[in-house]
């Protein structure tokens, strides 16, 4: 099998996932508990909690465990906007966005009546820093964006648009979606006020995820309920996934120089081989770039043909983000970077791992350019 959709998800590291069971058979208490069982379960989980709050470099108070990256989103984005609506209901984001992050921005606007400033790309995928600059005002309480995107791996300048949120309205709030980055690139959360993350990206547990929230920032809480997450989030606390988080991110983090190396190497072989292709074009840029994502397009090819034939060779690609997958019309992102209709109709998406090797990567370019000429042969 060669997997090449790792930014869809992770496989499960052997450890978190020995360490998972154990604390699923041994210490399944109420962490809310009075008696020893759930004392020691909750204390597992604040020492989970103080571990990733050193990693990260923030104090344990800022970590908010969740579900996962979308309830992150949400939570932050919906959280904030509701706290200080009485300065103001403008907010902004990105035309790019994460689906959680975009469709959250739509129900606020659609639903809550907040009004919904969307800053656009370029050919590549860089932001209007300008056009950013000219859309804060005294009312915008909230500036929202990725880091990474998760379709063609641009890299958002997380720290200019601070410098210019500050310059334009200091008391505005900052969100960050840094699913993408978490393990891959370096992190300062001391520049934002809120973060999500997702540790099924970086090979731990689905349904687990953290907020940071800076302790300066307040949020209306989504879940009312008990006293968990300091009232922030109703509801039995998932311990041992949140336990799991804290391993997860350590393994994560460690040797990040040398795997980003390897995966760099990588992507960088396997765009000189695309490049190859007469009937190919590549939509990840050449600068401000994760490595560990690449966007091309085979003109004239439908996508879906061509990942179901890989498929048929346990070659295992993506056509877009896989949280839109089963939609027909053309990924956001690249309708926003106003690709030709053809490029952007027939894009595909593969990312890299650490564990991606060269043998694995070879066979799938062998058996790309075979189905492309298979199929241009069909034709003819």
């Known amino acids: 099998m060669i997997y090449l959709d790792y930014v869809s998800t992770t496989p499960l590291n052997s450890e978190v996932n020995k360490m998972y069971q154990s604390l699923l058979n041994n210490y399944f208490a109420n962490s809310d508990s009075l008696y020893s069982l759930g004392i020691q379960t909750s204390r597992f989980m604040e020492q989970s909690r103080h571990l990733i709050a050193e990693m990260l470099n923030v104090k344990p108070t800022e970590i908010i465990f969740t579900s996962g990256a979308s309830e992150s989103n949400n939570m932050a984005i919906k959280g904030c906007a509701f706290q200080y609506q009485n300065r103001g209901k403008h907010i902004i984001t990105t035309a790019i966005e994460h689906s959680s992050v975009y469709n959250t921005f739509v129900q606020l606007r659609d639903v809550f009546g907040f009004e919904v400033d969307f800053i656009s790309v370029d050919q590549e995928g860089n932001l209007n820093l300008d056009e950013l600059a000219s859309k804060i005002r005294k009312d915008t309480i909230l500036v929202s964006t990725m880091y990474v995107n998760n379709e063609i791996g641009v890299v958002n300048p997380i720290r200019k648009i601070k410098e210019i949120i500050e310059k334009c309205n200091p008391i505005t709030k900052y969100h960050v979606d840094m699913v993408q980055a978490l393990g891959k690139i370096p992190i300062d959360l001391s520049i934002v006020d809120l973060a999500s993350f997702s540790a099924h990206k970086i090979y731990g547990l689905k349904g687990s995820g953290i907020l940071y929230k800076k302790e300066s920032t307040s949020l209306v809480p989504l879940i009312n309920g008990g006293q968990q997450e300091e009232g922030m989030r109703g509801g039995t606390s998932n311990t041992a996934t949140h336990t799991m988080f804290a391993k997860t991110l350590r393994l994560a983090l460690e040797n990040q120089d040398e795997k980003y190396q390897h995966v760099l190497s990588i992507h960088q072989y396997v765009r000189q081989e695309l490049e190859k292709e007469e009937d190919i074009v590549i939509n990840t840029p050449i600068k401000n770039f994760s490595p560990y994502i690449l966007n091309f397009s085979c003109i004239g090819y ?30 956001k992102t690249l309708a926003a970077m106003k690709l030709n209709d053809d490029i952007a109709k027939s894009a595909l998406r593969i990312s890299f791992s650490h564990l991606t090797t060269q043998e694995e990567i070879d066979e799938f370019l062998y058996h790309l350019h075979k189905i492309l000429k298979s199929i241009k042969k069909q034709r003819g």
Request: proline share 3%.
């Open 302 to 331: 439908k996508p879906e043909v061509l990942l179901h034939a890989l498929e048929k060779m346990e070659c295992y690609i993506s056509t877009k983000s896989t949280c839109s997958s089963h939609k027909n019309d053309v990924s």
